[in-house]
């Protein structure tokens, strides 16, 4: 990554967390009226996945859009804004369940937001009180199953389930990729993994394909053991030719698929040299399915002549005649009759 690149993804960094943590916290919001109405631990449990997905795709969204090629980066912003969008959760559920069991025992209504929200930014800046609260309801209980109130170590694991699972699901969104970014057009392309499996490129050989040197690829053993391994995908965009491909870290899954690791460079081949490494790949890991498709091409680029097939007639005397013989014969009874 050069320093123009880092600059953007730097801008791309700061710009997440600026977006990401006050939408959080405005779906938290919600996401805590939501709970205080509605006890039911499972009920709670879906809600959690629910407000988990909604924050995982605002980080998909704002690292696509602003281009952020770092997932590691990417994680650790979404951690440290997860973690302050929890705390202000927390904060503003501990102020409208203190209201909901020690007040008149009714929610605050749509007029009384501001009060609710001035309690709960006290609460933010209130560390001991935040943790007062804390042990309280977790001795109290406030989460159900069947008229069951979960209080202590149990309430305890309900709630580390909540906060993994919200804090989990955006960081995976932001671990996983947009596509592969192509500086080189400053836009995402889409991938196809060649389905081979070579066992890992060396320095000398990733210089080689830097070069445009495809046999670096072709000649590559692959790896059929558990070892170190490397993937090849093509990469391509809807505006531009497929002129691109991507090497990467790869290993064998449970399933005996191959699925691509971290990312170790792109390299601009050409769309030819592209056509011409998986020719040359084919022609050496699968050759009798080569020479069939080579042989298939031939067959449909070659016409070759059909033999005319003429249509037998019978004649008055029900004879069987050419179409040609049938003429003739009317010429020569023409013919006749003239004479």
Known sequence: MN??????????????????????????FFYVVFQTSVHDTWVNIIAAFVIGGALAVVAWIIKRIMKITSNGASIVVILIGTVIILYVMWSMWFVLMFEWFYGIGEMYGIGDMGLVFSETRSMIFDSPEFIRFLRHFNEHGTWHINDNVWTGPMLSVVWIGEVAIIATLPMLAAYSSAG?????????????????????????????????????????????????MSAVAVCYHKNEATDF????????????????????????????????????????????????????????TTTEAEPTVETVHENIWGEPVTPQEETLEVEESTSDTQE
């Open 3 to 28: 320093e123009a690149e880092k600059r953007s993804d730097l801008l791309g960094l700061i710009i997440l967390f600026f977006v990401y943590t006050p939408l959080g916290i405005l779906l938290s």
């Open 180 to 228: 592969l970014f192509i500086a080189e057009i400053n836009a995402w392309a889409e991938e196809r993994l060649m389905n081979y499996g070579f066992t890992q490129f060396d320095d000398y050989e990733l210089d080689r394909i830097a070069s445009g040197d495809i046999d670096a690829i072709i000649d590559k053993p692959l790896e059929s053991r558990n070892g170190p």
């Open 245 to 300: 491909i991507g090497i990467y870290k790869a290993h064998w899954d449970k399933d005996g698929a191959l699925s691509k690791g971290r990312h170790v460079m792109t390299v601009r081949l050409g769309a030819q040299k592209i056509d011409a490494l998986d020719a040359g790949l084919q022609a050496k890991h699968y050759p009798v399915a080569a020479k069939q498709e080579a042989r298939t091409e031939s067959d449909t």
